[in-house]
């Protein structure tokens, strides 16, 4: 059974996950949500006003009063500036099993950030959350996004033709990977990446 706990602070090497407030609509937006080399990879279409951020910002803050709501901003430990977000959803009761999205800002891309977010929500999921099994999917054409998921022991099963429609209207073929907690734990039986603190 999961063990859901909510969206708890987890402090990494270099990072800070923790829950958004309103006050971060203004960095999501500039830094991620409205752009569209971050958009292009995702379902959505960036955001063109502030508007359409404070709406999410707000839904994701009323998400944090169930416990089954596990959404992240993802924060520079060093400067406090919010780079992004990360998050599991789709949690399915009668497997365990659940999957993770996320999205780093452009300016700070290819700086090993979103491998330690992924790798920290990973290490909970399975050690505190108890979850069975974590899934994500990425677009053929973007393979930094599977790149992190394999850095973190999430292995391509397959691929969805035509599994999205984004944005622009285009069909994206999709590569769905997968780590067990099984398999987690045999591969990293001694590893501790994350500091968690519960509140
Ligand atoms: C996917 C994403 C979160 C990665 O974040 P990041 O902080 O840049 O990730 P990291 O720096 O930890 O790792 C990126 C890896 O991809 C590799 N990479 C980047 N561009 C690449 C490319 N075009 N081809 C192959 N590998 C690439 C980098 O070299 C790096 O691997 P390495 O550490 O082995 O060198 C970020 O690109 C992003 O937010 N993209 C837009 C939103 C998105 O794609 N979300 C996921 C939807 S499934």
Redesign the pocket.
Known sequence: MVNFLGTPKIETERLILRKMYIRDTQAAFDH?LSDE??????VNAPHKSISETSERVEKVISGYEKTDFCYWGIELKHNGVLI?EIDFYNFDSSTDNCEV??????K???????????KAVVEFGFKHMNLHKIS????MD????????R?VGMEQEGMIRHMIRNYKNQYKD?AVCGILQEDYFHNNANTESCILKIG
């Open positions: 991620w080399r971050v958009a292009d990879h995702r992004g999205s996320y999205s780093i800002g452009h700070w891309w290819n700086q090993g950030y979103g491998t330690e977010a992924l994500g999917s990425h677009n973007n393979p930094a996004s599977g790149r992190i998921m850095k999709c």
